[in-house]
Nanobody
Framework: QVQLMESGGASVQAGGSLRLSCTAS????????MGWFRQAPGKEREGVAT???????KYSDSVKGRFTISKDNAKNTLYLQMSSLKPEDAGMYYC??????????????????????WGQGTQVTVSS
């Protein structure tokens, strides 16, 4: 089982930037798929970005071009660099992982039910 802990959530103004971090511990492997999800009040949890083997990544259309996901395998840490933030980006951001390896961006999952381990979340607030 992988334990995940997010950090970096904050309150920012629209147009601003923020970087989230997720540190993994326990049974971790560099090939594990990891991703970021978010959930706004009254809405379903949605996929934001996922990272697979090497540099394979996948983004939701709503964040493509503004967010960047990256992994530092030496530190067992996943990042989400967010820029040009909009009020609709606000919500609780969760880090997640599954034990499967994906070798193409197209194959990467972006739906919550495809992930096994979850962090507690970190709150992002964006004011207009």
């Amino acid at each position: 089982q992988v334990q995940l802990m997010e950090s970096g959530g904050a309150s920012v103004q629209a147009g601003g930037s923020l970087r989230l971090s997720c540190t993994a511990s326990g049974y971790t492997r560099s090939n594990n798929c990891m991703g970021w999800f978010r959930q706004a009040p009254g809405k379903e949890r949605e996929g934001v970005a996922t990272a697979g083997v090497g540099t394979f990544t996948k983004y939701s259309d709503s964040v493509k071009g503004r967010f960047t996901i990256s992994k530092d395998n030496a530190k067992n840490t996943l990042y989400l660099q967010m820029s040009s933030l909009k009020p609709e980006d606000a919500g609780m951001y969760y880090c997640a992982a599954n034990a499967r390896a994906y070798f193409s961006s197209g194959a990467l999952p972006l739906r919550p039910h495809e992930f096994d381990s979850w962090g507690q979340g970190t709150q992002v607030t964006v004011s207009s």
